[in-house]
């Protein structure tokens, strides 16, 4: 799965579940490299996440 795709759901639902969590961590370990703008997105999650636009859900 595509980095983007994860995000995009995340962002779209404003939400992080713990399926979310997984399917990030393993896209994340399945690359070699991220990019300039994989690496923006990542912290444009941890921003979102840290100021409560997106909640952290089981």
Known sequence: MQLETVL????AIRRITRQDQRLLMSTL???EDLNEQE?????RVF?????GLIKVVD
């Open 8 to 11: 995009d759901h995340i962002f």
């Open 29 to 31: 370990l399945s690359k």
């Open 39 to 43: 690496k923006s997105q990542i912290s």
């Open 47 to 51: 921003n979102a996440l840290q100021s």
